[in-house]
């Protein structure tokens, strides 16, 4: 197998949200569930336990059912209250813990949206529902407009060419990589090279740290990317409705570009990850999750009302 052949098949399976099946799944989060034994029924059976003991055993387990549900009905309200101040953005809000224990992504209740974050929470869904379209004029214009960011003064390239693996497409033809990613991601990546020109050039040429060998190819993760986004910040539904997610619709309130700025951090991350990991090639999907897990940690902390209060927003400017 050539290493172009597993490449495609790497990152074609990343952008999906999918797992290769040629692929070691043990790094991966999918896990069996433990298997449940009888041991404690055998036990019963040996022990001597009497009627009596079985009763009282019983009435115990109904009482502890019943202080359990109260305090899981008296949690939900207090969730409930909760989000509601957060998503009134008062001085309130800023004391009411955000992260639980071990950065859970529990689905909470939906927030209270004001008309601008609802405006902008629907617009950015109409973007994210845009597939690629290699035929579209518009999308061959961006794809254009990318190549001349990346690398102004140079000769365009036509449409299909070997020079687009330059940028880190794997094949001649960038409209075969996007899928799970979508228009959006391309529109990411112009953003990042318009926003942060600095960041985004060393990135694309690999000027920081020491590199591996087997380099990660800059624009297939940059799809890799926008796709892990919109999973943590559960923009696939209707409303966010996990942690990193409602904490996005406080930026979302602030800025309107709050998507796309926080990409731009993301990947940042990503790279300095990598870095940090001295990671190679077929380490990308490891680096991707430490920077999913990184980004949540930062989008947990209480004195983070905007991407520009992320810790990792200083990479982009330093």
Same mark, same amino acid.
């Given at each position: 197998?050539? &290493? ?21 799944? !043990? ?33 115990? /387990? ?23 101040? *957060?998503?009134?953005?008062? $001085? ?13 992504? /529990?689905?909470? *209740?939906?927030?209270? =949206?004001?008309? =601008? ?12 529902? @845009? ?10 214009? #961006?794809?254009?407009?990318?190549? /001349? ?6 000769? $365009? ?26 228009? @959006? ?26 590199? #591996? ?15 892990? $986004? @919109? ?9 966010? !409705? ?15 570009? &709050?998507?796309?700025? $926080?990409?731009? +951090? &993301?990947?940042?991350?990503?790279? #300095? ?30 004195? +983070? ?6 810790? #990792? ?6």
């Amino acid at each position: 197998m050539s &290493a172009r052949t597993v490449r495609r098949r790497l990152h074609h399976g990343d952008v999906g949200g999918k797992r290769q099946e040629h692929l070691d799944s !043990s790094g991966y989060d999918g896990l069996s569930e433990p298997l449940l034994g009888t041991q404690e029924n055998n036990d019963m059976q040996t022990s001597g336990i009497t009627l009596e003991d079985i009763w009282d055993a019983e009435q115990r /387990r109904e009482r502890l059912h019943w202080t359990l549900l109260l305090s899981h009905l008296i949690a939900e309200w207090a969730q409930w209250l909760a989000n509601i101040v *957060l998503g009134t953005g008062s $001085l309130i809000g800023r004391f009411v813990p955000f992260a639980g224990q071990n950065g859970s992504d /529990r689905k909470l *209740l939906q927030p209270y =949206l004001n008309p =601008l974050q609802e405006a902008r929470i629907r617009n950015l869904q109409q973007r994210l529902g @845009v597939p690629f379209d290699g035929s579209c004029i518009e999308h061959q214009e #961006a794809l254009k407009q990318l190549w /001349r960011l990346a690398y102004p003064g140079r000769e $365009l390239p036509s449409l299909k060419s070997e020079l687009w693996k330059e940028m880190g497409w794997q094949g001649s033809d960038p409209s075969t990589d996007f899928r799970g990613g979508g228009f @959006v991601s391309l529109e990411n990546l112009i953003f990042f090279a318009k926003k942060y020109p600095d960041s985004f050039q060393r990135l694309l040429h690999k000027k920081d740290g020491t590199r #591996a060998e087997w380099e990660y190819p800059f624009a297939v993760a940059g799809i890799n990317i926008s796709f892990m $986004l @919109v999973q943590m910040l559960d923009l696939q539904t209707g409303k966010p !409705s996990t942690r990193a997610g409602i904490r996005f619709l406080e930026f979302l309130a602030e800025d309107e570009m &709050a998507f796309d700025n $926080l990409y731009c +951090v &993301a990947f940042q991350m990503m790279d #300095a990850q990598w870095l940090a990991k001295r990671a190679s090639y077929m380490q990308f999907n490891d680096v991707l999750k430490s920077t999913r897990m990184q980004l949540e940690r930062e989008l947990a902390l209480e004195d +983070v009302h905007s991407v520009k209060d992320l810790p #990792a927003y200083n990479l982009l400017t330093g």
